[in-house]
């Protein structure tokens, strides 16, 4: 009989144990949903406000992610990145990037947008010429850890011979923070496809976390029938 009660026991702890575990995966969800939520707010905002000055931007990056910000500065056009593998209304292309250099000195990665590929997905596509001297740009703040991933290219100057596999990140010493290009003050700099928003959806946390939740009482559920198939069976 105390081996029967230390089984059942032992059983009790098991579903105990199941039930903490649910409660855990469950506010875990809760929480990635919250911060789900909140990243995504602070991304509409930030969208929406009003544009501001690079340099004020820089002060606190991460809070001023997504905003427009304007400087200028020149491009070096010998700094030149194609990111393959991009897509585009179902089509290959890349995405195109060019190394920038404020006035102050600051240097970073401009994403000048989408370009479709050659004549298939690793052939390279016409490059917009890049204007010398001193430009304007404005553009949405980026930081540097959300830099578009996958296999690099770096174009010369003369936009000939692709160098295999070159770290963007690596090569060149830059800002903590990249631009994803709008326009500037001359028209070869307004993208013809501009860098993508982010789809904004806060996911199907808040649904996993009922779902543990709901998993948790089915432990609870399922022991009670255990205990009382038991006690059913004492009373026999």
Known sequence: MRAREQYFLLKSLVALALI?????????????????????????????APIISLTSAAS???????????????????????LRNRYFEGKYGFEFLTLFETSSGAKFWVDRGWLVAGKDALTAPVIPATPAGQVEVSGRLRLDSSLPRGSFFALPASGTGLISKWNAQNEVATEGFYLDLLNGSTTELTPSVAAQLPELSDGPHMAYALQWVFFGGLVVYGRILIRRDVLSDKEL
């Open 20 to 48: 903490c575990l649910c409660l855990i995966a469950a506010q875990w969800q809760y929480n990635r949903g919250v911060d789900r939520h909140a990243r995504n707010s602070m991304i509409e905002a930030n969208i929406a």
């Open 60 to 82: 606190d990056l991460v809070k001023n992610e997504w905003r427009t910000v304007s400087t200028t500065g020149s491009f070096d056009a010998g700094q030149t990145i194609l």
